[in-house]
């Protein structure tokens, strides 16, 4: 049947059929970008509180009606750094030796080991972390970490998850870098150490980069893992690295569900969401800059 | 395990059939809600339909029971029952989304005053709440200015209330808490923690609190009266008064709060018998047993009651 | 003079390097203990109560040994729904942007939002979900809107990797099927993804992993309570016929979560015991994805 149709015919079908499933999704992201950027600014235009109070306020109240966000965007900004922090020199560490000093064990072993870490979900680390890492944290410190539940343990759980999104995107990173260089290194008489730190780090600089904002992404988004070891405390700043706080997503995961809809709260609480969404589109555009960069950089 | 006892050939038919379900359904008509599988008619003969009911989670595993025994009595009939905390079982049925909304707070304390007009305030039974601290505080008994001086955050030692010296670890409920509301009307009366004040956590459950409290030496938190039976935390008497059904039923026990069941007053006539129903029976004698036995305490026994504004009364 | 500072200075790059090696090795050794740790340390947790009999058959309100069978039927149902709806978008959307994308600003933009998409928390698409699915369109707190959320969080991957995979297809037959005068359609159907199944089948299986561990998207689309089910239960609207679209559902994942934020005596047993139930499924996921991109390439090169 289909033989005998005009193939022109045959062929706008296919673009059709296709060309809706793009549009779909795209309509979906439009709507989304939408409807949270309506609710998040109900905050300013219907409720009308200050942006800038809003941004800058260090109390989250919603009993005394006070939204001040800044204690959530202290708590996400700390957790994402501080697990980069730890998991970056691990993270290019491994890379580093499993494509430069051992890259059949790469392949074989270490490849599918480092895979089974993107596997665990997400609740699964959060369960490991509120029963094994609270509880490490407050044998090591003590008093000053009575519940163990705090900044610290959300940054350790977070850069176990983020590890393998690092390590992966700068194995591939390290495995771009042409042979050519290395071997013109070597000519030279450098070391492998010498090579790697001089050469191949140094061209790999924009990719790794990428790999890094990538699982930066991924920690400051991350959800369930991080609500259930933070602490939750949200009222006023966080003073330490031991402090139970909070983050945007936690705020939203523990609030959602006590607001009415329509309320202030409410909105306030979508306008966090709404500051989630643009620090992921600022990611993304970090994210071509490099690229963009790092193209002009390589000719 | 009869249940299971599915032949492939009905799965494949159950399978195929959802599948046409699904298909027709995308359109945009939600299947739960408002759909009666009897005829209207025969009001007076088996009760048909289906309802849903979202809302709070402290009193929901007591809800759930009372579905279950509801669902065997009345084999046509059926109720989901989704969680979702106080505030979107409020929106939802404010919305008329579900058909039941629970909370454990007063409507006004949340909605907007032209929402709260449509509802009706079902109040299906009681909870007593007080406050528990880790089995380790040489404390057994403290005043309500004493509790009040703590969760301000100016008491912040056990000597300061006859205890060993230690620190005081606040662990709080999550802001929006029902738990937490009621703890705070019947404490602080109306005063709040300075802005410098922080717990050591606040937590998302009463379950939660339990475990905490068990577990970080000199805390303090303040759980429903079904979560006090545990191990590593015990409940203090306040003003010298225990925290029982009973001091709750005489008025003596100050913290307490109705569990609310809203439903709609104009609520659609296909459905507006089974919730009716549904919530005679949870008010039901046959019932009451039941919720004394989930750690509740029934509407019937009550000799004092609360307004909205937290003013307790005797019942005439 | 200049051979001995040339020899030091060889010397030391050497112990530069042995030491950098050294360092290196330290790492990698640790991160392979830690993924070892942490996979046996919730195994051995859970596994004497996942491997109890009963766990796994009974619904979660059993007094004598509560189990997870509802739980698991949900996350499996959820995850079939959820590819029902994901697989012929993702499939459409990649055979666009493969095939057809004419290279202008319609294009980007498409790009743009599926590469938006991967990059959004997983909580604001539940929040959006909860909105829009739950509220606007009127589905309630159900699998439907739930699987709806997860496809948002699902089809950045499944097309990258079915692009990836439509891609890899070697010119030559692409360039053959369209000498012989088949439309880029007919390509399509006929030569590009025939050969591109084995990769496709394996990306959807591993996106599946991915799909059934997800919570965060579910707790305000398809609901955070333990939905009882009556398996035997024919009426298609009920709340608990187990295939019903439109009732709320409790994944694995979510009943972890819950179970956690809301401990009950005894729950800390039940919450290994799922979280071991739950690596296990992913992992066999991961597993079964290799095996069967090898099984079809094998097939389907053979023919």
Known sequence: MANLMPKRRLENIGLGITGFCVALVALVVVTLIFMVAQQGLSTFFVDGMDPVAFFTGQNWIPEQERYGALPMIVGSFAVTLLSTLFALPVAIGSAIFVVEVAPGFGRRVFQPVIELLVGIPSVVYGVLGLYVINALVKAVFGDAAPTGAGILSGALVLAIMILPTITTLSMDALRAVPNQYREGSYALGCTRWQTTWNVVLKSATPSLMTAVILGMTRAFGETLAVQMVIGGVERSMPTGLLDPASTLTAALTAGLSNAVSGSEYYHALWTLGLLLLVMSLVFIMIIHLIGRKGAKANG | ?316 | MASRSLDAHVARIDRQDKIATGVLTVIVGLVILLVVAIITYIIVRGAGRALTPGFLTNPYNDEALPGILYQLWDSFYLLLVTLVISVPISLGAAIFLVEYAPDNWVTSAAKTAIETLSSLPSIVVGMFGSLFFVVTLGWGISIIAGACALTMFNIPILVRTIQQALEDVPRSQRDAALAMGLTRWETTLNVLLPAAMPAIVTGVVLSAGRVFGEAAALIFTAGSAPARLNFGSLNFLSPTNPFNIFRPACSLAVYIWRLTSEPTAGSTEIVWGTATILLVCVLLFNVLARLLGKFLSRRLTAE
Not at chain 2, 98 to 106: H, N
Not at chain 2, 167 to 185: C, D, L, M, P
Not at chain 2, 210 to 217: L, N, P
Not at chain 2, 226 to 254: H, R
């Open chain 2, 1 to 316: 395990m009869s249940k299971l006892d599915l032949t492939r050939r009905q799965f494949m038919g159950v399978f195929g059939a959802t599948a046409a379900v699904a298909g027709l359904g995308l359109v945009g008509c939600g299947g739960n809600t408002a759909s009666t599988e009897g005829d209207e008619g025969a009001a007076d003969a088996a009760l048909a339909g289906s309802i849903s009911c979202s809302g709070a989670t402290s009193f929901q595993p007591l809800v759930e029971k009372a579905a279950d025994a509801f669902m065997d009595a009345n084999p046509d009939v059926s109720v989901a029952i989704s969680a979702g905390g106080s505030g979107q079982g409020l929106s939802q049925v404010a919305e008329g989304s579900v058909q039941i909304g629970r909370s454990d707070v007063f409507a006004e304390e949340k909605l907007e005053a032209d929402q709260v007009e449509g509802l009706v305030d079902n109040q299906v039974c009681i909870v007593g709440m007080g406050p528990i601290v880790n089995a380790n505080v040489d404390v057994d008994d403290i005043t309500t200015d004493q509790l009040k001086g703590i969760f301000l955050g100016q008491i912040t030692d056990w000597s300061e209330v006859g205890g060993t010296a230690g620190a005081i670890q606040v662990i709080q409920r999550e802001a929006g808490s029902g738990t937490r509301a009621t703890f705070e009307n019947a404490v602080l009366a109306g005063e709040t923690a300075p802005d410098s004040f922080r717990p050591v956590a606040e937590v998302d459950s009463s379950g939660t609190v339990v475990e905490q409290v068990a577990a970080t030496e000199g805390s303090i938190s303040y759980v429903a009266f079904n979560y006090m039976e545990n191990d590593g935390i015990k409940a203090l008497s306040v003003d010298g008064v225990d925290p029982t059904q009973e001091n709750v039923e005489n008025g003596d026990f100050l913290i307490w709060a109705y569990e609310h069941m809203y439903t709609r007053s104009d609520e659609d006539e296909a459905t507006a018998p089974v919730t009716k129903a549904f919530i005679e029976f949870m008010l039901s004698e046959d019932f009451a047993a039941t919720v004394v036995e989930e750690g509740f305490i029934p509407m019937a026994d009550m000799k004092v009651k609360k307004d909205v504004d937290g003013n307790i009364t005797e019942i005439a």
